[in-house]
């Protein structure tokens, strides 16, 4: 049964910090994975996914990296602002399902 | 192109009272998941249709829980009797297909029984 694992619950930085958010998974069969942000109240948007073939995938500030063989991935954000406070989740598809992590709580303060 | 659409967005209902939740996905998209996300954890795979039939319903709580998806389109996701543990947010999504494209979430439902 696939696990996925999200390491802190929760950090705090001061604003311009550049940062990593750590999630790892049991199963390698993966499909691809994906990382999401969710702001209170809100419904989950889509930041990266990474096909299993691929390493790495950039959008902006952000870089998330795929390692299949250790069953890794990192979310990169670079020089943090207080507007990427939220939740961060990873998902790996797996059967046409996501599944979660818990979540990274992430506060950037001013 | 207009979201997922969900409601109602707040729902405080008594233990052993039923209540319903309903979703609209994108236009087009034919597959449907209903998530549910518990306070401090990530959202868990409740059920998911291709148009109108059921793919995967293994996590589904079905001495309580049903969900049904009218002509591929609209679905409702009822719980009847509500226990105390399944005060969650119950998330909508919907994808073109059952690849990752697409995958767009609606703001979800958020359930309180007391």
């Known amino acids: 049964k696939q696990e996925v694992t999200q390491i802190p619950a929760a950090l705090s930085v001061p604003e311009g910090e550049n940062l990593v958010l750590n999630c790892s998974f049991t199963?390698?069969?993966?499909?691809?994975l994906q990382w999401f942000r969710q702001d209170p109240g809100k419904g989950l948007t889509s930041l990266l996914l990474?096909?299993?073939?691929?390493r790495e995938q950039t959008s902006g500030r952000l870089n998330a990296s795929l390692d299949k063989s250790s069953g890794r991935s990192t979310l990169y954000i670079a020089a943090s602002q207080p507007g990427d406070s939220a939740t961060y989740l990873c998902?790996?598809?797996?059967?046409?399902?996501?599944?979660f992590g818990q979540g990274t709580e992430l506060s950037v303060k001013p | 192109e207009a979201g997922v659409a969900q409601s109602p967005r707040y729902k405080i209902i008594e233990k052993r009272q039923s209540v319903a939740f309903w979703c609209n996905p994108i236009?087009?998209?034919?597959?449907l998941y209903w998530y549910q996300q518990i306070l401090g954890q990530g959202p868990k795979l409740l059920i998911q249709?291709?148009?109108?039939?059921?793919?995967?319903d293994s996590q589904l709580p079905k001495d309580r829980f049903s969900a049904e998806r009218l002509k591929g389109v609209d679905s409702t996701l009822k719980i009847q009797p509500a226990k105390l543990e399944d005060s969650a947010v119950y998330l909508c999504?919907?994808?073109?297909?059952?690849?990752?494209?697409?995958?767009?979430f609606g703001s979800g439902t958020r359930l309180t029984v007391v």
């Open positions: 999504a919907s994808t073109l297909d059952t690849g990752p494209r697409g995958y767009t």
């Open positions: 199963d390698s069969a993966i499909y691809n």
């Open positions: 990474i096909q299993s073939s691929q």
């Open positions: 998902a790996v598809h797996q059967g046409g399902k996501l599944i």
């Open positions: 236009s087009g998209h034919a597959t």
């Open positions: 249709f291709q148009n109108n039939g059921v793919v995967d």
